[in-house]
């Protein structure tokens, strides 16, 4: 299957930081990504999406960067809070509608 | 709430054995998604589909799985023979053509 998986990176923040969470995604032809997190035993819930004629989006404690240069999307949380602890996943969507997850990154949130 | 619902939650199950997996999306989504979950591969494409029609299912191997939609209510995916490396959590998702895709809960399948 497609995929980009394996060694899970780690990022550590303290409760009240700011966290940035980096992903490259692998086609240029895609125009449309989201960013899920997921949560220990439950499924992807979406958190913000983007489209390829935006560089930048704003939902609620959250920002998606897109730079399609480079082909690499950030997402920001402001003010982390510890349920913000989760795996997050970028996605990408090429071929009209076919949604392609990107490696997660494990978000840690301590006191 | 609208919400992507998935039987069973676990299965466990002796290696040969037949496995089906049943997938309800929500209410007016026209496409279909199934991934496969592990430590080391991430969460892989496995098929998906367009107003009940498969588009793409060449991330399943095609000995042994068969993904459907028997009616717009109802998608599954099934294993035959099952085999220990197909031990997995398996999602499956709906959306509006190209939009955010909804998830079920998972199914956590054991083989043994």
């Known amino acids: 299957g497609e995929s980009v998986g394996l060694h899970l990176p780690t990022l550590s923040v303290q409760e009240g930081d700011n966290s940035i969470i980096n992903c490259a995604y692998s086609?240029?032809?895609?125009?449309?990504f989201i960013w899920y997190k997921q949560e220990s035993g439950k499924g992807p819930q979406f958190i913000i999406d983007i489209r390829s004629n935006m560089d930048k989006r704003q939902g609620q404690r959250v920002t998606v960067l897109l730079n399609k240069t480079v082909k690499h999307l950030s997402l920001q949380i402001a003010a982390t809070q510890p349920g913000d602890s989760a795996v997050y996943f970028c996605a990408e969507i090429y071929n009209t509608d076919k949604l392609i997850f990107g490696t997660g990154t494990r978000l840690q949130v301590f006191p | 709430d609208a919400r992507v619902t998935q039987t069973p939650r676990d299965k466990v199950t002796e290696m040969g054995q037949e496995v089906t997996m049943r997938c309800q999306p929500i209410?007016?989504?026209?496409?279909v998604f199934w991934y496969r979950q592990t430590m080391m591969q991430g969460l892989e494409l496995l098929a998906y589909f367009r107003n009940r029609a498969p588009l793409d299912d060449s991330g399943m191997p095609k000995d042994r799985f068969s993904a459907e939609m028997p009616d717009a209510t109802l998608a599954t995916l099934k294993i035959q023979p099952s085999e220990p490396r197909d031990s997995a959590v398996y999602f499956c998702?709906?959306?509006?053509?190209?939009?955010?895709?909804?998830f079920g809960q998972g199914t956590r399948l054991t083989v043994v």
């Open positions: 998702a709906s959306g509006i053509g190209q939009g955010r895709a909804f």
């Open positions: 209410l007016g989504h026209n496409t």
């Open positions: 086609n240029s032809a895609s125009d449309y």
